[in-house]
């Protein structure tokens, strides 16, 4: 796997260095962002600055995030820190007018994470009907298919989409996607069936319920763990003058309830719901996007409450813009304000002990000051101020600081 | 308006600003001031040693899963899942003990006592009370100041103890004569009786020392293997140890170094009269307000006196609190006198709420002294003849622990 991977970037870095060194830049053609304003989160991926060269069907692109922090957690902190937070390479081709094949790698912290996040074939049967097999990203929420560092004025990823859900949860899989779109409407809907958790979700060093322990199991593009395949499905919904909604579910048995076909327990089951929203006000242009996410686990009955059986949060964020003008030859570029707002609650429940509630949860502030100098590159300056509360609901930690940073398409 | 100028004309002196502000410690939360926390070094460590300290500390914080040794059935993950921040436990992480009713030998070994493993990894089925076996329930207690008791020499420990009572106070009090494991290595100045040595931690104070403890309390609490002690809890068997004996010792020397909880409002009136009725309703007979350590071989705990409102000996506490159950040479009605230090912030640690004595059946202080029984009788019933006022003074003080 890791030889496949490492052939694999050798190959990417070979045509993208290629691109530079022997190609005349006159052939490089940067394609242009859709346009179209009415696009559904599930676009996202399709929607990516890239690079043509000449006229093969091949684009390349990517992103990078970098930032500085300072943060104190009750007012101790570990100094100034300069982060590499992740590279991205895309690649996409079009095979055929109707066969597609994109691909996302990101390298995050340096390269001490490196994961193919997205690899699929999709080939379109009718707009309504397309088929998708491959790397897949299990559509739940939309931070998850819409998570590309240069969109967002926070150096941060939200809590809810991070560590509840699991970001950029990626597994192989396959299924349908489609889309229709009458006028001021749109409608969307994705169907997969794909590789699914494993028992690291409850089993695990955040001592907590984590499903994004899933993602540290590399068996997972080559084995189920239950042998039972994971089902994501997502209903969008998108008025151009109202906003995008949407629907979604992920759910399947986690657990290895058999082995060599014997029975060594019980199915158990992970069900999340989430929903989502964005809109941007009309006049003021203020964005607004929000998700909300509910998670149900069937934790055996004599396991620890440590890891619980529900969890929620979810994060709204509110981008305004307050500035649109030239700034240092920079035409159209754009200062924003934004907060953003989080909550997750890990463990919802009561103690069997007490009856007393079960803590472990944390929220969040974060206003930030974004400067844009092109759409496709950020700036941005947040402030964060964290309170976390633990399993008992003890007196809160408090984790506040500052991130610097910068987030660029390539 | 004006903000917005200024960054479109002279960006970079602004980013230069905003750096400097962000860089500034002064616009960050502060820390709390150190007696409203019970975590914590001592002061006078080394550098050497307070790295040991913080390493220790991450040892504390470890949590295990199955792949690193936890169960396969335990009652918490971690050292801190039961004392979180360093403090008493809560009902949720309180742990039962069961099968010994008198100081011969327990007669349930060999069904999974003295602790039961109440819960259980997916797969596995949690320990049950055999039929037949009284039992008892013990709150985790608080971490901060062990070592100042490690040090207070056993001759200190004999001269406390009354055991006929002879000074006919109502207040006996002794020692447990426990059999210490092979890898507790007694200090110079320990007195034994009968190859038995004086047990110092727990409730029934049937430990010897924070390596004793310590050992235990990853093997029964966590089912973690050490080379102190091999035997899985669940299979019966000697297994690889599933912990370095290295992070062993910087977990002890973590225990050993937590500083000593200090003292709030010692100044206020209200807690220097309620010091005063401590004294005179004889509570202090058995919560110690003055103990010394002895030598150290670490140098900041040498020869150190401290306040931790304990005898750390054993007493009569009544038929109330009598479960039936015992460790040691200890009476089943015996309970080693908790230190008192640190219970004013034991909400803190307990979730917003009181889980006082062994148990935590009690809920307030008062409710836990209006439990004393035994030799702590005539105490309890000079507090419920107290007026209200004094009452109330009495409980600031201890609140001010």
């Known amino acids: 796997m890791r030889l496949k991977l490492t052939l694999f970037l050798a190959i990417s870095f070979f045509i993208y260095a290629n691109c530079f060194a022997q190609i005349d830049p006159s052939l490089l053609k940067r394609v242009p962002k859709d346009t179209v304003k009415n696009i559904l989160n599930m676009d996202a991926v399709y929607n990516r600055p890239a690079l043509n060269i000449n006229k093969t069907p091949i684009s390349i692109g990517g992103y990078v995030e970098m930032n500085w922090q300072k943060l104190t957690t009750d007012g101790v902190s570990e100094g100034h820190q300069f982060q590499a937070r992740r590279l991205s390479i895309f690649m996409s081709s079009a095979i055929s007018k109707r066969v597609k094949f994109l691909s996302e790698i990101e390298f995050e912290d340096g390269g001490k ?97 984590f499903l994004p322990a899933a993602k540290n199991n590399p068996e997972r593009f080559e084995e189920i763990n239950s042998g039972e395949p994971l089902f994501t499905g997502k209903l969008a919904l998108r008025n151009n003058k109202i906003g995008e909604l949407g629907i979604s579910y992920m759910g399947g048995i986690y657990n290895k309830f058999q082995d060599d076909g014997i029975v060594i327990d019980k199915k158990r089951r992970v069900a999340i719901f989430a929903l989502d929203f964005n809109t941007t006000l009309p006049k003021i242009k203020t964005f607004i996007t929000t998700e909300f996410a509910w998670i149900y686990v069937d934790v055996p009955e004599t396991y620890s409450q440590q890891f619980g059986n529900k969890q929620k949060g979810g994060f709204i964020d509110i981008v305004q813009p307050i500035l649109t003008k030239t700034i240092l030859g920079w035409e159209k570029a754009t200062i924003n304000i934004a907060c953003r707002l989080e909550y997750v609650d890990w463990n919802v429940g009561k103690f069997k002990e007490t009856g007393g509630n079960i803590g472990e949860d944390v929220w969040s502030i974060m206003p930030a000051i974004s400067f844009r100098p092109t759409s496709q590159t950020v700036i941005r300056l947040n402030y964060r101020y964290l309170k976390q509360r633990d399993i008992f609901s003890n007196p809160s930690s408090i984790t506040d600081g500052f991130n610097m940073g910068i987030s660029t398409y390539f | 308006m004006y903000c917005i100028n200024i960054f479109s004309t002279k960006p970079f002196l602004l980013l230069i600003f905003c750096f400097t502000l962000l860089s500034c410690d002064a616009s960050y939360v502060e820390v709390p001031a150190d007696d409203e926390l019970l975590d914590g070094p001592v002061d006078g460590l080394s550098n050497s040693e307070s790295a040991q300290f913080l390493r220790g500390d991450a040892a504390v914080n470890e949590v295990f899963t199955r792949e690193t040794g936890l169960g396969p059935t335990f009652v918490g993950t971690s050292c801190i899942n039961c004392h979180a921040g360093d403090g008493k436990g809560h009902l949720f992480t309180t742990l039962t003990r069961f099968g010994q009713i008198d100081e011969t030998v327990n007669q349930f070994l060999n069904q999974g006592s003295p602790q039961l493993q109440n819960r259980a990894l997916p797969g596995y089925l949690p320990e049950q009370i055999p039929a037949g076996a009284t039992f008892s329930k013990f709150t985790p207690p608080a971490f901060t100041g062990l070592g100042f008791l490690q040090y207070v020499s056993d001759a200190d420990l004999i001269k406390m103890t009354d055991p006929d009572d002879s000074n006919g106070d109502g207040i006996s009090g002794s020692v447990n004569w426990i059999t210490i494991p092979g890898y507790s290595i007694p200090a110079s100045n320990a007195i034994t009786q009968n190859s038995k040595y004086i047990g110092r931690y727990g409730k029934k104070a049937s430990a010897f020392d924070l390596l004793h403890q310590t050992v235990n309390a990853y093997n029964q609490d966590m089912g973690i293997t050490s080379v102190f002690n091999p035997i899985d809890h669940y299979s019966n068997l000697e297994i690889d140890p599933e912990i370095s004996t290295a992070k062993v010792n910087d977990v002890i020397f973590y225990l050993s170094t937590l500083k000593a909880p200090i003292q709030r409002n010692q100044n206020d009136a209200g807690v220097i009269r309620g010091k005063n009725i401590f004294t005179q309703i004889n509570c ?47 009476k089943t009605y015996e309970w080693r006198t908790p230190p008192l230090w640190g219970i004013g912030l034991s909400e803190n640690s307990q ?13 307030t202080i008062e409710q836990a002294i209006t439990l004393h029984g035994g030799e702590a009788e005539q105490s309890r019933n000079a507090f419920e003849k107290l007026s209200t006022q004094d009452k109330e003074a009495l409980l600031k003080f201890i609140k001010s622990l």
């Not at chain 1, 088929?131 to 929420?141: D, E, M, Q, S, W």
């Not at chain 1, 926070?154 to 229709?180: C, E, H, V, W, Y």
């Not at chain 2, 110690?288 to 304990?310: D, Q, R, V």
Request: proline share 4%.
């Open chain 1, 113 to 209: 994470e490196i994961a193919i996040e997205f690899a699929s074939v999709d080939v379109e049967f009718d707009p309504l009907l397309n088929l998708r097999a491959g790397i897949i990203l299990n559509p739940i929420g939309s931070f998850n298919q819409n998570h590309d560092g240069p969109k967002w004025e926070f150096t941060d990823r939200p809590i809810s989409s991070t560590q509840m859900l699991p970001d950029t949860f990626s597994n192989a899989g396959a299924g349908l996607f489609g889309k229709k779109y009458t006028k001021n409407w749109m409608f969307g809907y994705e169907a997969y069936l794909s590789g699914s958790f494993d028992n690291s979700i409850i089993e695990n060093t955040e001592n907590k319920t």
């Open chain 2, 284 to 330: 202090v007979a058995c919560h110690k307000s003055e103990l010394k350590t002895s030598y150290s071989p670490i140098n900041a705990l040498s020869y150190k006196t401290f306040a931790p409102y304990t005898d750390l000996l054993l007493h009569d506490m009544g038929s109330a609190l009598d479960d039936g159950y015992t460790e040691g040479s200890a």
């Open chain 2, 351 to 363: 979730g917003g709420n009181l889980f006082l004595m062994h148990d935590g059946r009690a809920q």
